[in-house]
């Protein structure tokens, strides 16, 4: 990094909802709230698929990436956000807020590729059932986790190093609860068109891209159940699936409304509050999602605690 680079700001001001006093406590403990939720549901997700064999499946191995993913997401936001909803000295340091900003892109994009990961699962068990076994071996499976992570850490350095290079010598006050790619460009000391447009095109390929894919997946799957000659098998299909369709369209539904969208159609409540849906409210959905009409998921948590009981005894 540029020597003037460090000595000009060492700190940024997370703004977030400075402007929003009665609201403070109120949000603190929504977001609390929403945060304990997903520490415990995706927790509950990670220990039950990791210590009962019946699930060590393909799909239960995504979902444990996922549940992961959903921990480290709202974990690289939430705490620091706690923090400054009941504290008057609202900055974070200048590397931190590199940080941050890289393990946001990184959890963020490993998500939009592992549920892409996930619809080809679905696609290869519901269309090529005989296959299944042999297609989405672990070897498979894990090659597949282990691209999105690679595209996460990849995509995920390398924007934040282009970013955290260039010079910031004015204002340091983010208008945002953390550091948002395009809140933060905004106060560099130079021009930076091309690094937006650069980001931009970047916004577009990583969500549309992994997004037609998985529209493109659930065609086959749909033209695919539609031809079941029984009627039940036609509804196991469809639940199988419906999960995973519900997750994708809450994290895309959000992402390209937050990304995608023109610059003119942003405001700055509107930004934030949506912010505060797609890293807080988001991730805590996913394993209630998952779980209710996941029987399964019942079954392990059952005999879980079942056998929880006996020992206690």
Not at 111 to 130: F, G, Q, T
Not at 191 to 199: G, S
Not at 232 to 244: E, G, L, P, V
């Amino acid at each position: 990094m540029k020597e003037d680079n460090q000595s000009c700001l060492t700190e940024f001001v997370l703004q977030g909802f400075s402007d929003f006093k009665t609201m403070q406590e109120l949000l603190f403990c929504l977001v609390l709230m929403f945060y304990s939720m997903t520490l415990m549901g995706n927790s509950l997700i990670l220990i039950l698929t990791s210590l009962n064999p019946t699930l060590h499946t393909p799909m239960y191995f995504f979902l444990w990436n996922l549940s992961f993913l959903e921990i480290g997401y709202t974990s690289t936001i939430s705490p620091k956000m706690l923090v400054n909803l009941l504290s008057e000295k609202q900055t974070i340091s200048f590397w931190g807020c590199g940080c941050q900003m890289c393990f946001f892109i990184l959890f963020g994009l490993t998500e939009c590729c592992l549920l892409c990961a996930m619809a080809y699962d679905r696609y290869v068990a519901i269309c090529k059932p005989l296959q299944y076994p042999y297609i989405m071996n672990y070897k498979e499976c894990a090659k597949l986790a282990v691209a999105s992570w690679a595209i996460g850490v990849f995509v995920s350095l390398g924007q934040s190093t282009s970013i955290f290079t260039l010079p910031f010598c004015g204002s340091n006050r983010i208008s945002h609860f953390f550091c948002d790619i395009k809140h933060v460009l905004r106060l560099a000391s130079t021009n930076t068109y091309k690094d937006e447009l650069a980001i931009s095109i970047l916004a577009v390929l990583i969500i549309l891209v992994p997004l037609l894919l998985i529209l493109f997946s659930y065609i086959l799957i749909i033209s695919s159940i539609l031809r079941m000659p029984v009627a039940k098998n036609r509804s196991k299909a469809f639940s199988t699936c419906s999960s995973h369709l519900t997750v994708v369209f809450i994290f895309y539904g959000t992402a390209i409304v937050t990304y995608i969208r023109p610059s003119s159609a942003h405001s700055m409540d509107s930004n934030r509050f949506l912010a505060l849906l797609y890293t807080v409210v988001t991730p805590s959905l996913n394993p209630i999602i998952y779980s209710l009409r996941n029987k399964e998921i019942k079954a392990a948590f059952m005999k879980s605690v079942a056998r929880k009981q006996v020992f206690m005894e």
